[in-house]
């Protein structure tokens, strides 16, 4: 058997030696077993880690490998796939760098997959005598239990047998997993994983370490990227546009409301409020719902003049039917604007996913007719339980 131990790492430099050290130490155990081991590194850094990784494999004893990626497309998630893809192994290791994911659980990963009937083997901090004592402090462990609870009642059906859907430590049969439709976005490659395709899983316990060196990348940001992840996967793009577009017209809701009561006309009130959502949105939808389409369409400053464009001539339209339902139908001024906005939302959402953020030419495109049933399509399937 050939395993791939696909390590992803950033600014890890004080941790590979040791990593090394443990992992190829591991490997000469398995090797009694019939197990060949390579590591592959997929590096983000800034600092000397891939310097170090290639002085350390020059004596390793076994193959290792360093991808150091200049673009850091889909974050520690892509960095995970990019592995995956260039492993030599269809069974795969995944683990981080800073041995918080101890080397010496590996076997047990290995040996519950070779027992057979998984495709996927995952080191729980929650089953058995498994622990999370790495967590920095209570707060931690408070935000890494929330969100492992979060996680599972969203997608209790593929989340039911797994206690750590959080973790980064596990084993995967890259044959069972459709590598082209994941869409990393952060750092939880393995919801990702679970969340797009039903597969046989199994748990190990594993003890969450503490860092053997260096600060720990969690922050506010990363709690960000997770949620818009959780987000996307359970509900898809569409969902995501129709919670931006919530907000959105909550906060146009809200200018009409204060405007207007602070005496300004309500035609005045609505234009403002729309022209400031309207960029407001524009910079939303850009950074968490068509992220994954933008490098293959036109350029920034024409996507904004598309959706600007199209915005304004929809507001055109839609300010009149406000006056229209104001004067004749007996109904306020925020009611209307809310009608409206929600009535406007699919509209808009086809117009970006098939305007805005269409790909470039590149040679003869299919019918608009079918590329809106695609879209359409495609929407309805995204990943979640529906």
């Given at each position: 058997m050939l395993l791939s131990i696909v390590v992803p790492t950033f600014n890890e430099a004080p941790n590979i030696m040791e990593l090394v050290r443990r992992v190829t130490d591991v490997a000469g155990r398995m090797a009694r077993?019939?197990?060949?081991t390579e590591i592959i590194f997929v590096d983000d850094s800034r600092d000397a880690t891939p310097d170090v990784i290639r002085g350390v494999a020059v004596n390793a004893p076994i193959p290792i490998t360093l991808i150091h990626r200049d673009v850091h497309t889909g974050g520690l998630g892509g960095a995970v796939v990019e592995g995956i893809?260039?492993?030599?192994?269809?069974?795969?290791v995944v683990m981080d760098g800073d041995l918080q994911h101890p080397p010496e659980t590996i076997p047990d990963l290995v040996d519950r997959y070779r027992r057979g009937g998984v495709d996927l083997v995952?080191?729980?901090r929650y089953v058995d005598n498994g622990s999370a004592t790495g967590l920095a402090d209570r707060s931690r462990v408070l935000v890494s239990k929330s969100?492992?609870?979060?996680?599972?009642?969203?997608?209790?059906?593929?989340l039911?047998?797994?206690?750590?859907?959080?973790?980064?430590?596990?084993?995967?049969?890259?044959?069972?997993?459709?590598?082209?439709?994941?869409?990393?976005?952060?750092f939880k490659i393995l919801l990702e994983m679970l969340a797009r395709k039903s597969m046989r899983v199994a748990e190990v316990p594993f003890d969450f370490a503490d860092r053997h060196a260096g600060a720990s990348k969690a922050s506010m940001r990363q709690g960000l990227h997770f949620l818009v992840q959780l987000a996307a996967l359970r509900f898809g793009k569409m969902s995501l546009f129709a919670v931006i577009g919530g907000l959105g017209a909550i906060a146009n809701v809200l200018i009409v409301w204060a405007l207007t009561h602070l005496g300004m006309d309500y035609i005045a009130a609505a234009i403002i409020a729309a022209e400031l959502t309207i960029?407001?949105?524009?910079?939303l939808i850009e950074r968490f719902v068509f992220q994954d389409m933008k490098n293959d369409a036109s350029n920034v400053w024409s996507r904004f003049a598309k959706s600007f464009t199209f915005n304004?001539?929809?507001?055109?339209?839609?300010?009149?039917i406000v006056a229209l339902m104001v004067g004749s139908g007996h109904i306020t001024a925020v009611v209307a604007t809310a009608?409206?906005?929600?009535?406007?939302?699919?509209?808009?959402?086809?117009?970006?996913?098939?305007?805005?953020?269409?790909?470039?030419?590149?040679?003869?495109?299919?019918s608009r007719v079918r590329e809106l049933v695609e879209e359409l399509d495609s929407q309805s399937m995204s990943p979640g339980e529906l």
């Amino acid at each position: 058997m050939l395993l791939s131990i696909v390590v992803p790492t950033f600014n890890e430099a004080p941790n590979i030696m040791e990593l090394v050290r443990r992992v190829t130490d591991v490997a000469g155990r398995m090797a009694r077993d019939g197990v060949e081991t390579e590591i592959i590194f997929v590096d983000d850094s800034r600092d000397a880690t891939p310097d170090v990784i290639r002085g350390v494999a020059v004596n390793a004893p076994i193959p290792i490998t360093l991808i150091h990626r200049d673009v850091h497309t889909g974050g520690l998630g892509g960095a995970v796939v990019e592995g995956i893809r260039a492993a030599a192994s269809d069974v795969c290791v995944v683990m981080d760098g800073d041995l918080q994911h101890p080397p010496e659980t590996i076997p047990d990963l290995v040996d519950r997959y070779r027992r057979g009937g998984v495709d996927l083997v995952v080191a729980s901090r929650y089953v058995d005598n498994g622990s999370a004592t790495g967590l920095a402090d209570r707060s931690r462990v408070l935000v890494s239990k929330s969100s492992t609870a979060l996680t599972k009642s969203m997608f209790p059906i593929r989340l039911r047998d797994v206690s750590d859907p959080m973790t980064g430590f596990f084993l995967v049969d890259r044959r069972a997993i459709d590598i082209d439709t994941l869409a990393p976005r952060g750092f939880k490659i393995l919801l990702e994983m679970l969340a797009r395709k039903s597969m046989r899983v199994a748990e190990v316990p594993f003890d969450f370490a503490d860092r053997h060196a260096g600060a720990s990348k969690a922050s506010m940001r990363q709690g960000l990227h997770f949620l818009v992840q959780l987000a996307a996967l359970r509900f898809g793009k569409m969902s995501l546009f129709a919670v931006i577009g919530g907000l959105g017209a909550i906060a146009n809701v809200l200018i009409v409301w204060a405007l207007t009561h602070l005496g300004m006309d309500y035609i005045a009130a609505a234009i403002i409020a729309a022209e400031l959502t309207i960029v407001a949105n524009f910079l939303l939808i850009e950074r968490f719902v068509f992220q994954d389409m933008k490098n293959d369409a036109s350029n920034v400053w024409s996507r904004f003049a598309k959706s600007f464009t199209f915005n304004n001539a929809e507001l055109l339209i839609r300010i009149p039917i406000v006056a229209l339902m104001v004067g004749s139908g007996h109904i306020t001024a925020v009611v209307a604007t809310a009608i409206t906005l929600a009535i406007a939302f699919f509209v808009r959402f086809l117009f970006h996913s098939l305007v805005v953020y269409a790909p470039r030419k590149t040679g003869a495109r299919p019918s608009r007719v079918r590329e809106l049933v695609e879209e359409l399509d495609s929407q309805s399937m995204s990943p979640g339980e529906l």
